[in-house]
């Protein structure tokens, strides 16, 4: 089990950039698959990105392709989500997760298959 702290989130506006961040606990990390999620209000939590971390492939949502970038630096326990031309429905509370499930080359992409959890970081939409 790894500890997840996320971090980064803040007003955006349409357009805008932003960089979330999430550190883990442990010195296992580069073996999970870490995974970002978003939830807004009202709303189930939905897959975004993820990346392995055996082989750094990676896996987006149609609806952030192009427009976000998942990475991770293994040496500082560090999974960053790039948001770029942000748009109204990119506002959520964002989830950052890891995960031990191994099915050949397949991604996990549902919350069911990441066992640990952040609190949350919140990218709501300026007025």
């Known amino acids: 089990q790894v500890q997840l702290v996320e971090s980064g989130g803040g007003l955006v506006q349409a357009g805008d950039s932003l960089r979330l961040s999430c550190v883990a606990s442990?010195?296992?990390?580069?073996?999970?698959?870490m995974g970002w999620f978003r939830q807004a209000p009202g709303k189930e939590r939905d897959f975004v990105a993820a990346?392995?971390?055996?082989?750094?492939?990676?896996d987006y949502a149609d609806s952030v392709k192009g427009r976000f970038t998942i990475s991770r630096d293994n040496a500082k326990n560090t999974v960053y989500l790039q948001m770029s031309m942000l748009k109204p429905e990119d506002t959520a509370v964002y989830y950052c997760?890891?995960?031990?499930?191994?099915?050949?080359?397949?991604?996990?992409?549902?919350?069911?298959?990441?066992?640990?959890w952040g609190q949350g970081t919140q990218v709501p939409a300026s007025s």
């Open positions: 997760a890891a995960s031990k499930y191994a099915n050949g080359w397949l991604i996990p992409t549902s919350t069911n298959r990441y066992a640990c």
């Open positions: 442990g010195r296992t990390f580069g073996s999970y698959t």
């Open positions: 990346i392995r971390g055996s082989d750094i492939s990676t």
